[in-house]
Nanobody, 121 residues
Framework: QVQLVESGGGLVQAGGSLRLSCVAS????????MGWYRQAPGTQRELVAT???????NYADSVKGRFTISRDDVKKMVYLQMNSLKPEDTAVYYC???????????????WGKGTQVTVSS
C-alpha cells in the first residue's frame, strides 16, 4: 500500500505565507513525479504545481511567481511554499504521487487526503 500524508495547512491572512509538506510511504518502487492539486467548494480539482524526478516543474498560471514546489527524493517528500497568498487560494490542497509499486507495475496516481488552506481578506 502507498500512503501520502499532507501537513502545513491552516488559516492565514491575505499576503501571508504557508508551507505545505507531503511524505510518501509504503510499497514504492519509484516515483516519477509529485505535485499539488487543489479543490475549492463547488469546483473541480485543479493542478497547482508538479515536479518530476529530473526537477522539471510545472505551475498553474494563477500561482506562478508566488508558489514554489520542491522535492526531496531521499525522504520521498514534496513541498509547496506559498507566498503572497490571496483569498482565491482558499481550497483543500491534495498531494499527488505518480509512481510504480514494483518493477513490473504501471504508473499510477496516488493521493493524500488533503489539507485545508484558508486565506482571509
Amino acid at each position: 500500500q502507498v500512503q501520502l500524508v499532507e501537513s502545513g495547512g491552516g488559516l492565514v491572512q491575505a499576503g501571508g505565507s504557508l508551507r505545505l509538506s507531503c511524505v510518501a510511504s509504503g510499497s514504492i518502487f519509484s516515483i516519477v513525479a509529485m505535485g499539488w492539486y487543489r479543490q475549492a467548494p463547488g469546483t473541480q480539482r485543479e493542478l497547482v504545481a508538479t515536479v518530476t524526478t529530473g526537477g522539471r516543474t510545472n505551475y498553474a498560471d494563477s500561482v506562478k511567481g508566488r508558489f514554489t514546489i520542491s522535492r526531496d527524493d531521499v525522504k520521498k517528500m514534496v513541498y509547496l511554499q506559498m507566498n503572497s497568498l490571496k483569498p482565491e487560494d482558499t481550497a483543500v490542497y491534495y498531494c499527488n504521487g505518480r509512481l510504480r509499486t514494483n518493477f513490473y507495475s504501471s504508473l499510477n496516481d496516488y493521493w493524500g487526503k488533503g489539507t485545508q488552506v484558508t486565506v482571509s481578506s
